[in-house]
């Protein structure tokens, strides 16, 4: 974008001033005021952010947090620096301006929809091998809780009838759970595959 931080005498200007991050993103405090513009702030965030939020949420941190600085505390910034932040904010509604930003906008959303297959390939992989090992773990206790049956009817005759009872009962309390559990797993899996798809028809399309 064209506008241009005017003083040399600030352009290693950071916001260092004690406001809640939902004002301003931290990106400003971290970084020098000839850099904020949107292209270099999306590379801060596509960099630095443990999970890529969406364009629309990024695009709107930018803009609140230099409307913030311009509006609300352009008493206690240089006014180069909130001059600055002014042009930035609306230069995003001119031809130019839109133009830029379309641009930004498609760089962004390639890295986005990247991590997003990415995140949703990881998750599928781990549903897959929970699923695998809840089989294997409710196998497991099957087989345990059919021993322990066996070594309590050889144990006490008389009471058999009750112990399998509970037993039964436990059986059927822990089929229930696991296959619930199994359940949620395997619909969570087949809706991500389901957006996989849908998205790689998108893709080609």
């Known amino acids: 974008m064209t506008a241009v ?9 950071k916001f260092n001033f004690n406001v809640e991050k939902k004002y301003v993103n931290g990106y400003f405090r971290k970084t020098e005021a000839r850099y904020w513009q ?6 801060f965030r596509l960099k630095k952010d443990e999970r890529i939020s969406p364009w629309n949420t990024v695009y709107s941190d930018w803009r609140q947090s230099l409307l913030f600085i311009f509006k609300d505390y352009s008493k206690r910034v240089p006014n180069c620096v909130s001059s600055f932040c002014k042009e930035l904010y609306y230069l995003c509604d001119t031809f130019e301006g839109t133009t830029v930003r379309m641009s930004c906008e498609k760089y962004y959303e390639e890295f986005y929809q990247a991590n997003l297959d990415r995140q949703i390939a990881e998750r599928i992989r781990q549903l897959d091998s929970t699923i695998f090992l809840e089989r294997k773990f409710s196998e497991h206790l099957r087989n345990s809780s059919n021993k322990r049956s066996m070594v309590d009817d050889e144990d006490d005759e008389d009471s058999s009838g009750s112990k399998r009872t509970r037993h039964h009962e436990e059986q059927t309390v822990h089929d229930l759970v696991c296959t619930q559990i199994h359940i949620v797993f395997t619909v969570e899996m087949f809706l991500l595959q389901l957006i996989m798809s849908f998205r790689n028809m998108r893709l080609i399309s």
């Open 5 to 13: 931080l005017r003083s040399s005498k600030f352009l290693d200007f």
């Open 38 to 43: 949107l292209k270099h702030y999306l590379n």
